[in-house]
C-alpha cells in the first residue's frame, strides 16, 4: 500500500521560534483546523477504499465477464494510471482554482468513475470507470494533503500528514469488510459503489470551509489571507504570517524543473525517486489488490474465508502496524525503520515463496479438497508479517523522507516528480502481477520482490541519510557539506 502525499509547500514560516511554542503550554488546535482535519480523513478514506474494494470484487468480476488474466490485470491497475495523470494535474489545478474547489472537483470526477464501475455492463465501461475514478484519487490524494498542510499550524502538520496515512488505511481496511459482508452474493457492483459515499461526503464538509492562506496570498487575496490564519492559529499574528507565508513563496517560485533535475540536487531526487519506486515494487499493491487471490491459492476455497483473512491479515494488521511509525518515527528515525521494515519484509516474502512453492505442486481442485495446508498457513504468517513490515517503514517513512530531503523552493516539484514515479511504479507491479505469474510461479513472483527488498536495503544503505531531529534548512545545507551528508548517511540511530 502506497499512500502517495501532496506537493507539501513547507515554508519558513513553519519553524516555531516563539520558546513559549515550544512548552507543553501549547495552544490548543483550533476548531477550524479540526474542520479541516476531517476533510484529510475523507480523502485518505476514500484513496484507502479504493485500493481495498477491488480484491474482493474481481471474483464476481470474473464470474460476470469471464475476463483474460490480461483484462483482470488492467481492471486492477488502470485505476494507478488515471491517478498518475491526476496527480501531475493536481497541482496545477490547486494553484489555478485553488485547494479548496480542486478537492470538489477530485470529489466529483470519484463518484463519476464509481458509479460508471458499479453500472458497468461489460468491462470496457468498468475499465473506463476505473480509470476515472483513479483521476478523482490522484488529485485529492494532491490537494488534500497539500490543503491540510497549508492550514494548520506548524504544532499541527506532522499530526496531520499521520492522519491522512492511517485513514488511508482504515479506508483499506473498511472496504475488506465491505468484501466479507457482500461477497457471499456475487454483489461486487455494491462493493464498488460505496466508495461514492466518503466523495459526496468530503463535498458537504469542505463546502463550508475557506481555502488555504498560501493560496490566497498567491493570488492577492491578502485579506482572506489574514481570515484563514485567525481562524486556524488565532494566537498567532495574522500580519506577520502572511508576510512570511510571501517570503516563503517569492522563494519557491524561483525554481524550475530545469533546477529540480540539476546536479544540485540531484542527490536528493535520487533519494526521493528510488525510494518512491522501490516502496512499490517490493510488492505491497500486488498483495492489497489480489490478497483475496492470493488466499484462495493459500488454501482458502471459500470466497468468505478469503474476505475474512484478507480483512484481519491485511486490513487490520496495516492499520495497527502504521502506528508504529505514526508514534515512533520522531523517536527511533528514519534509517532504523526503513532497516527493520525491509528486513522484515524480505524474510517474510521468502517464507511465503517456499509457502507457494509446495502449494503450486498442488492442483486448484486438491487445495480446495484439503482445505487450508500447513503450508498455507505459512503463506498466512508470511503475509501477515510483510504487511505488518512495509506498515511501519516503507509505507510511512518513504513519504516523510520525500517531503524533508528537497529545500523549499523545490520541494513542490521534486515531490511530485517522486510521486509520479511511485504511481507508474504501482502500475507496473500491478499490470504484471498475474501475468509474472503465469509465466513462472507464485512462489517465483515473490522472490522477486524479496530481491527487491535486498536492494531497498542496500539503497537504504548506500544513499538514504538520517533526517531525524534536523531542520528543513539543516536538511538543505547538508547536501553541500560531503562530510556532513557522509555522517548523516552512515547514521543508524
Known amino acids: 500500500m502506497s499512500t502517495p502525499p501532496s506537493r507539501v509547500r513547507q515554508v519558513d514560516c513553519e519553524r516555531v521560534d516563539d520558546p513559549q511554542m515550544r512548552d507543553h503550554t501549547q495552544p490548543r488546535t483550533s476548531r477550524y483546523v479540526l474542520a479541516v482535519g476531517l476533510v484529510l480523513l475523507l480523502c485518505g478514506l476514500l484513496f484507502g477504499y479504493d485500493q481495498g474494494v477491488i480484491s474482493g470484487a474481481l471474483s464476481g468480476i470474473e464470474k460476470e465477464f469471464g475476463p483474460s488474466t490480461f483484462v483482470i490485470e488492467i481492471i486492477t491497475s488502470w485505476v494507478t494510471l488515471g491517478a498518475m495523470v491526476g496527480a501531475l494535474v493536481a497541482g496545477v489545478l490547486a494553484d489555478r482554482l485553488?485547494?479548496?474547489?480542486?478537492?470538489?472537483?477530485?470529489?466529483?470526477?470519484?463518484?463519476?468513475?464509481?458509479?460508471?464501475?458499479?453500472?458497468?455492463?461489460?468491462?470496457?465501461?468498468?475499465?473506463?470507470?476505473?480509470l476515472v475514478l483513479g483521476a478523482g484519487v490522484g488529485i485529492a490524494s494532491v490537494a488534500g494533503p497539500l490543503y491540510g498542510a497549508e492550514n494548520a499550524a506548524a504544532r499541527d502538520r506532522g499530526r496531520m500528514v499521520s492522519l491522512y496515512q492511517m485513514a488511508v488505511t482504515i479506508g483499506i481496511f473498511l472496504a475488506y469488510w465491505a468484501d466479507y459482508l457482500l461477497i457471499e452474493n456475487d454483489r461486487w457492483r455494491l462493493m464498488l459503489g460505496i466508495s461514492a459515499v466518503p466523495a459526496v461526503l468530503l463535498v458537504l464538509v469542505v463546502l463550508p470551509l475557506r481555502d488555504s492562506a498560501t493560496w490566497y496570498v498567491k493570488v492577492g487575496r491578502r485579506t482572506d489571507a489574514e481570515d484563514v490564519v485567525r481562524k486556524a492559529e488565532p494566537e498567532v499574528d495574522a500580519a506577520q504570517r502572511i508576510a512570511d507565508i510571501e517570503q516563503g513563496l517569492a522563494s519557491e517560485q524561483q525554481a524550475s524543473w530545469g533546477e529540480v533535475f540539476s546536479r544540485t540536487w540531484r542527490r536528493p531526487l535520487i533519494v526521493a525517486g528510488g525510494l518512491a519506486v522501490l516502496q512499490q515494487l517490493t510488492g505491497i499493491n500486488a498483495i492489497i489488490y489480489y490478497a483475496n487471490t492470493i488466499f484462495a491459492a493459500a488454501g482458502f476455497d471459500s470466497p468468505t474465508q478469503q474476505s475474512l483473512a484478507t480483512l484481519?491479515?491485511?486490513?487490520?494488521?496495516?492499520?495497527?502496524?502504521?502506528?508504529?511509525?505514526?508514534?515512533?518515527?520522531?523517536?527511533?528515525?528514519?534509517?532504523?525503520?526503513?532497516?527493520?521494515?525491509?528486513?522484515?519484509?524480505?524474510l517474510s516474502l521468502l517464507l511465503v515463496a517456499g509457502a507457494f512453492f509446495r502449494l503450486d505442486e498442488v492442483s486448484a481442485s486438491d487445495a480446495a479438497a484439503h482445505g487450508t495446508s500447513n503450508a498455507g498457513l505459512l503463506a498466512l504468517v508470511g503475509t501477515v508479517t510483510f504487511i505488518a513490515s512495509f506498515a511501519f517503514s516503507l509505507g510511512p517513512i518513504v513519504w516523510t523522507v520525500i517531503n524533508e530531503v528537497f529545500p523549499s523552493h523545490v520541494r513542490g516539484k521534486g515531490v511530485a516528480a517522486a510521486t509520479a514515479l511511485n504511481w507508474f511504479a504501482a502500475w507496473a507491479v500491478t499490470q504484471t502481477f498475474l501475468s509474472v505469474v503465469d509465466l513462472t510461479s507464485t512462489s517465483g513472483a515473490f522472490l522477486i520482490?524479496?530481491?527487491?527488498?535486498?536492494?531497498?536495503?542496500?539503497?537504504?544503505?548506500?544513499?538514504?541519510?538520517?533526517?531525524?531531529?534536523?531542520?528543513?534548512?539543516?536538511?538543505?545545507?547538508?547536501w553541500a557539506d560531503p562530510d556532513e551528508l557522509e555522517r548523516a548517511i552512515a547514521a543508524r540511530d
Open 312 to 346: 484481519w491479515a491485511v486490513g487490520g494488521v496495516n492499520v495497527l502496524a502504521t502506528l508504529i511509525a505514526v508514534l515512533y518515527v520522531d523517536r527511533f528515525g528514519r534509517k532504523p525503520l526503513l532497516t527493520i521494515g525491509s528486513w522484515g519484509m524480505l
Open 449 to 478: 520482490f524479496a530481491f527487491f527488498c535486498a536492494v531497498t536495503l542496500w539503497f537504504v544503505h548506500r544513499y538514504v541519510p538520517e533526517t531525524k531531529g534536523r531542520t528543513l534548512e539543516e536538511v538543505q545545507a547538508m
Open 98 to 130: 485553488g485547494r479548496r474547489f480542486t478537492l470538489v472537483l477530485a470529489s466529483v470526477i470519484f463518484v463519476v468513475g464509481a458509479l460508471l464501475e458499479a453500472l458497468a455492463p461489460g468491462t470496457t465501461v468498468l475499465v473506463v470507470g476505473r
